[in-house]
């Protein structure tokens, strides 16, 4: 008899992004590149911590953590006979719909889902999960839906009880109860390389005793989406008849009708032309060609996925213009900035302009690279920190998600063109707050003469502004505090001010005055 294949909350999110995706995931001739970012995997790490925590505020449930589907489904029904129970990853289902949930609290016939999310959320904010015009927010959209599409199924699974629905978060302002909270979470790998988390035995009342976590209610945004109406392919639907559209299409692994569009520059399913050699597929090529009729050659050819920053990217394949070549300067039109080198519209169709024209170049604004370079003061300081944002503290009064700056390197550029290594800082004593000795050794660096410093991107001065509002927000700040935030200000930018020595972006020159080409 063949496996039932469910819809579950991942699948659905994944359908709700792109439905022809659902016909893609978990076939392994299909490769899956999620499967293969660190990055992706990092913040999965910090899932895992978060979701301990969390079973910790809710302390004596019962773990269902066996990956059979029947199995968790016994098991969670056996453990509903009770009146009150808590319950982590309970699994419920209902016709060809699955969900495990990561915290359920059973008190008599009212139930409460509760969603553990890594993500922040700002405590002092009312109401950020809608606009202004009453619409879901779009960043809170994929959180709000996965509850949506659980309490649903919730509701079916057991009709006659009261489902009441939260996201639990990180809250970006309470400050963490103890030092070395984070280091009691520590994720592990079993035989199987599946990941979990093991709780410090020295764990304790204290450490939970002011919650970083908070648990907002969600009924009222979940009942949004449940009133609302989707597209499922081409016809306007209920929620309900979206899940049904979406599960229906899974279970009988019937794929979806593709359709083009700027989001399929974020396609998953995609392979490497040796991927695709050794006999992998290529999902991504197989819808274009599916809509598009191509075939692999005009795949080598640049297409408006790849046009820079672009927010037309929909309308331009709407209208047929896929590809760069096919773009008219009207399309794009072009229009000066307000500054020096070339605006984003005008850096889009000197890219087009290259595709056309077949132009493989470097294009350089030497004028404007000479003027730029002509403010610059000798030795040349290029700085780069190793930074870390985590959900869970490392130290007491510490907020969820504060940077943490914990190394950084500094390289000079003499005006003879000499370049050496000028100095490096790392603080690796476990359990001490690094950032004020990190700044105060780039200080010490950096404050030797006026020369002028760089960065890469926004990471430094973006860094650099959290430690002086750390400073200037600690109840015990060091004795060189004002110094420090002096420093600070004369090296950085922000809202309020504009130092005199602000680093240079070294990012931003490269975007205005100059552009390369793929071969």
């Known amino acids: 008899m063949p496996k039932l294949r469910y819809l579950t909350k991942t699948r659905y999110k994944l359908g ?10 978990g076939k392994p001739e299909y490769p899956d590149q999620c499967d293969e970012d660190a990055f992706l995997a990092a913040l999965a790490e910090g899932g895992f911590q978060v979701g301990e925590l969390a079973r910790q505020y809710y302390k004596g449930g019962i773990t269902i953590d066996t990956l059979d589907y029947d199995e968790a489904l016994a098991m969670t029904k056996d453990l509903m006979k009770r009146d009150k129970v808590i319950m982590y990853e309970p699994a419920f289902r209902y016709d060809n719909l699955f969900i495990r949930i990561d915290i359920l609290v059973k008190d008599g016939n009212n139930l409460r889902l509760i969603e553990v999310k890594s993500k922040s959320y700002d405590s002092n904010e009312d109401n950020s999960f809608l606009k202004k015009n009453g619409e879901i927010s779009s960043g809170w959209e994929p959180y709000l839906h ?3 599409f659980q309490k649903y199924v919730l509701q079916k699974a057991c009709p006659g009880y009261t489902v009441h629905s939260y996201l639990m978060m990180a809250d970006k302002n309470a400050p963490c109860p ?5 280091q009691k979470f520590r994720i592990t790998k079993d035989s199987t390389n599946r990941k979990g988390v093991v709780v410090s035995s020295t764990l304790n009342d204290e450490d939970l005793g002011r919650r970083i976590l908070i648990e907002v209610p969600v009924d009222d945004y979940v009942y949004i989406i449940h009133q609302g109406t989707y597209d499922a392919g081409g016809s306007e639907v209920s929620f309900a008849g979206l899940i049904d559209y979406l ?11 593709p359709e083009i569009k700027a989001r399929c520059g974020g396609c998953e399913f995609r392979c490497s032309a040796d991927q695709e050699a050794s006999g992998l597929k290529c999902g991504f090529k197989e819808c274009w ?17 790849e046009l820079w920053r672009s927010r ?13 070549k096919d773009l008219e300067q009207h399309d794009v039109d072009p229009v000066p900035g307000s500054t020096m080198g070339l605006s984003a519209s005008e850096r889009q169709w000197l890219q087009v302009e290259k595709v056309k024209n077949k132009e493989a170049s470097v294009y350089l604004d030497k004028v404007g690279m000479k003027a730029e370079m002509d403010t610059w003061t ?8 190793e930074t870390s944002m985590v959900a869970i503290p490392f130290n007491k009064g510490r907020k969820p998600y504060e940077g943490i700056i914990f190394q950084f390197s500094h390289h000079v550029i003499k005006e003879d063109g000499t370049i050496e290594h000028a100095g490096q800082y790392l603080n690796a004593v476990p359990g001490v707050f690094p950032n004020y000795a990190t700044v105060r050794d780039l200080k010490k660096q950096l404050e030797k003469d006026d020369g002028t410093i760089f960065r890469y991107a926004t990471h430094e001065n973006t860094y650099l502004v959290f430690v002086h509002n750390q400073l200037l927000d600690d109840p015990n700040p060091p004795a060189d505090r004002d110094e420090l935030c002096e420093f600070i200000r004369s090296i950085t930018t922000s809202k309020q001010w504009h130092g005199k020595r602000s680093m240079v972006d070294l990012c931003e020159l490269v975007r205005k005055l100059s552009m390369g080409m793929k071969k």
Do not use: M, R
């Open 378 to 385: 000798y030795p040349l300081h290029h700085i780069d920190f």
């Open 312 to 324: 037309k990217k929909d309308a331009y394949i709407s209208s047929g213009k896929i590809k760069l």
């Open 146 to 148: 996965d509850v949506a």
């Open 289 to 305: 060609k599916e809509v598009l009729k191509w075939t692999d050659s005009d795949f080598d050819e640049p297409s408006v996925l």
């Open 178 to 182: 103890t030092d070395g909270l984070n």
């Open 16 to 25: 709700l992004d792109c439905p022809t995706k659902l016909f893609y995931t």
């Open 247 to 257: 599960s229906t299409h899974y279970e009988k692994d019937k794929k979806i009708q």
